[in-house]
């Protein structure tokens, strides 16, 4: 069936494999963070038995399905909960992100009620101004949280290159071990995750000396697609096409390049621009908008993707032969991963590639 998303599960486990030995030639433990996939239960199985003992993701419900599928894992939490949700967070949660004191205490209210513990990071804010507490005032949270019960704080975290841009420098991964020291040596906590960040850390990773107290790492794009996430750029030794988008043909016709008439806006409020080729060979395929970020889509045969619609992709098929009915197949981005494996509509199957018949990456320099 099309449109399917073809995920190749060796692929995945050897990326996997390959990231945890790195991370733990520096002493670092590595969570899988597989809100990119959709919290997929085969994807998690895979990791898992990949040796990853910790998941994480940003949708309790997601958790939840996880646990229910029984993959043994440590689950987190990495999207700081909303006050309305609390009760399923101390339901399905190991360890959940905190930056809000109104949240502790709720999660610490609801915990008794369930007679739980419930284990949480505070979130340190670094520089990427998205979640967390400023550093000066961590000491002071930690004075508010401490009394509550049936919660434990087991760490600090960071996060890096997702809103601002701002990369885990060598400085910002001092200042977060600082400031975990600090913790430790004030408070007598023992802080078993000092998380340093997420994908965007592997040049920190690779390049590093001296890890601080950073003890985790939260990698989920390096895991999938292979890359890192400062510049996009392809890590050694991994694969970048554990993922690809495969659609149908559905029309195709010889039509001129460029839109005639009185012009007005696109069914989104966009007023497109067209470069005159004259006529075309044009190919449309039975996916769009609604189901994928298509400007994170490279195809893989000699088309070029003029445009595109909630449920359409239109290329300029000029150089190929294609017929109704083939299919066109898709590399795909972060964006474009995370869209097809949200979807209902977009099939997902799985493929195992063959060692021995040389799929696997080439090695190069680091």
């Known amino acids: 069936m099309t449109p399917r998303v073809e995920i ?7 990326n996997a494999v390959t990231l945890k030995k790195w991370c733990e030639e520096k002493g670092i433990q590595m969570t899988a963070v597989v809100k990119g996939v959709g919290g997929d239960v085969q994807i998690a199985r895979t990791l898992v038995d990949s040796g990853l003992t910790s998941l994480a993701d940003t949708k309790v419900e997601r958790i939840a399905k996880l646990k229910s599928a029984h993959i043994p894992a440590t689950y987190m939490l990495i999207r700081t909960p909303a006050l309305s949700e609390v009760n399923k967070v101390v339901q399905y949660v190991d360890v959940s992100v905190q930056s809000e004191i109104d949240v502790v205490r709720a999660i610490s209210a609801e915990a008794v009620k369930q007679n739980k513990t419930h284990a949480m990071i505070i979130m340190v804010e670094m520089g990427d101004l998205r979640e967390g507490i400023m550093p000066k005032d961590v000491p002071a949270f930690i004075e508010q949280i401490r009394p509550l019960p049936n919660i434990q704080i087991v760490g600090i975290g960071a996060n ?22 600090h913790i430790q040596k004030e408070y007598a906590l023992f802080l078993p995750y000092v998380s340093g960040g997420n994908s965007a850390n592997y040049y920190w990773l690779k390049q ?27 890590i050694p030794h991994l694969y970048q096409d554990a993922f690809c988008l495969v659609a149908e043909v559905i029309e195709v016709k010889t039509k001129p390049s460029v839109p005639y008439g009185v012009q007005s806006r696109n069914a989104f409020g966009e007023t497109p621009t067209f470069q005159e080729r004259g006529m075309m060979k ?5 996916i769009g908008r ?5 400007s994170g889509l490279t195809p893989l045969s000699p088309v070029d993707i003029i445009g595109s619609s909630s ?5 300029d098929a000029t150089r ?6 083939d299919h066109i197949r898709f590399a795909v981005d972060y964006g474009a991963m995370i869209s097809l494996m949200s979807s209902p509509y977009v099939q997902k199957t799985y493929v195992q590639t063959d060692e021995k018949n040389g799929h696997f990456p080439t090695k190069t320099s680091a």
Do not use: W, Y
């Not at 003890?215 to 999938?224: D, K, M, P, Q, V």
């Open 8 to 14: 190749d599960l060796r692929k995945i486990r050897h």
């Open 282 to 286: 044009r190919a449309i395929v039975g």
């Open 160 to 181: 890096f290159a997702c809103f601002g841009g701002i990369i885990p420098t060598d400085q910002k991964m001092r200042e977060l071990s600082s400031l975990a020291k």
């Open 311 to 315: 449920d359409h992709i239109i290329v």
């Open 290 to 294: 609604q189901d994928v970020h298509v």
């Open 320 to 325: 190929t032969d294609i017929r109704v009915g």
């Open 208 to 234: 590093t000396k001296d890890v601080g107290c950073i003890n985790h790492l939260r990698f989920g794009e390096a895991i999938f697609l292979g890359r890192e996430t400062i510049r996009g750029a392809a």
